[in-house]
């Protein structure tokens, strides 16, 4: 299942990656009301794909998110033992559904969900979804999700495979109908009916680009960050507190410090400001290796450090804007959609 809302950029590359897949039956492509060619690109695929059936449906009932209803249409069409959502910017290497398959399988899983490799073409692209992901990985751990004795849950929708009969008896996508993070709630639901969920880092599996403008980025961010960090605003304030305190602060005082090093006229002055401005450079280069080596360990290359201050900033900004659109201004908008985020509150 592949829910499509103007994915007019990037729904044929992933088509067709699905496609590749032996053990791929079928792929339902649920065109969610798109205005930009998705459907004449869908349309034309159906050439080459025969088992790619397509449904178009309208705008999701009140109390709905766009996202969940597409795919509760999607599932109820699905003939599968096992079905995969997927998300319309992605791209399935070869074989890989066969790999994830096995290790369901093999660790009588009942849903496995990846975190996808992240295309970062642009330097925005660089700077802010390695830092998000980097953030994230301090508070949704692996394998704490995978040990069935522990309550933390988690998944990425970009990727999820579930067993057929699982999802049906969990309630599928309807029994989280209102939920922004639906994947997060779909992973809460099973693990708290006892059902074996694992959720791994995808990189060798599926590969995605999840936004292709800075406003896009920006707005997609908004609407998920907040609740990922529990909507917690003591939570956000003090990721925004320490961010800036390890990660942005040491950059502004090491420039400041060499600005006035050179500005003042007495050498006491200039050494003493050079000294506290190298001091600064110096935290700034322990915090880049920190980092390089946090990103290779989550999938990234460790050459993205490079952007860690821009990225920081940045992400710090987004988790506030985040937290006042969810908690004072009431609503977060998505793909054209306005969603009330009042009950939330």
């Known amino acids: 299942m592949i829910p499509a809302r103007n994915e007019a950029a990037s729904i044929a590359r992933t088509v067709r990656s699905v496609a590749a897949q032996p053990e791929v039956t079928e792929i339902i492509v649920i065109d969610d009301h798109s205005e930009d060619g998705t459907a004449e690109i869908l349309e034309s695929l159906k050439r080459e794909i025969p088992q790619l059936r397509t449904l178009r449906v309208g705008n999701p009932p009140p109390g709905w998110m766009g996202k969940a209803h597409a795919l509760s249409v999607g599932a109820r069409e699905a003939t599968g033992n096992w079905l995969l959502f997927t998300d319309a910017d992605t791209f399935h290497h070869p074989n890989s559904l066969d790999a994830v398959l096995m290790r369901a399988q093999r660790e009588r899983a009942d849903m496995i969900s990846l975190s996808p490799a992240q295309e970062t073409p642009t330097w925005w692209e660089k700077a802010v979804i390695p830092f998000v992901f980097f953030e994230l990985a301090r508070r949704f751990r692996f394998s704490k999700i995978n040990d069935p004795k522990q309550k933390d849950a988690a998944a990425n ?26 994947d997060v709630a779909i992973a809460r639901r099973l693990k708290s009916q006892g059902r074996r969920i694992i959720f791994l880092p995808g990189a060798g599996w599926v590969s995605t680009r999840m936004y292709r403008s800075f406003g896009d980025m920006w707005a997609g961010w908004r609407k998920n960050l907040y609740l990922l960090w529990g909507s917690s605003p003591v939570a956000v304030l003090l990721s925004f507190a320490r961010i800036w305190f390890v990660n942005v602060a040491p950059a502004i005082g090491c420039v ?90």
């Open 157 to 182: 929708g970009q990727y999820i495979l579930i067993r057929r009969a699982v999802y049906d008896a969990s309630g599928g996508h309807e029994a989280v109908h209102g939920e922004i993070l639906e």
């Open 256 to 345: 400041l410090g060499l600005i006035l090093a050179l500005s003042l006229k007495t050498n006491a002055g200039r050494a003493q400001f050079a000294a506290l401005g190298l001091a600064f450079l110096i935290s700034v280069a322990m915090g880049r290796v920190f980092y390089a080596k946090a990103l290779k360990w989550i999938g990234f290359s460790p050459d993205l450090a490079n952007y860690l201050i821009p990225g920081a900033a940045l992400v710090s900004l987004m988790l506030v804007d985040s937290m006042v659109a969810h908690r004072w201004l009431g609503s977060v908008s998505w793909k054209g959609r306005e969603y009330s985020t009042n009950r939330r509150r």
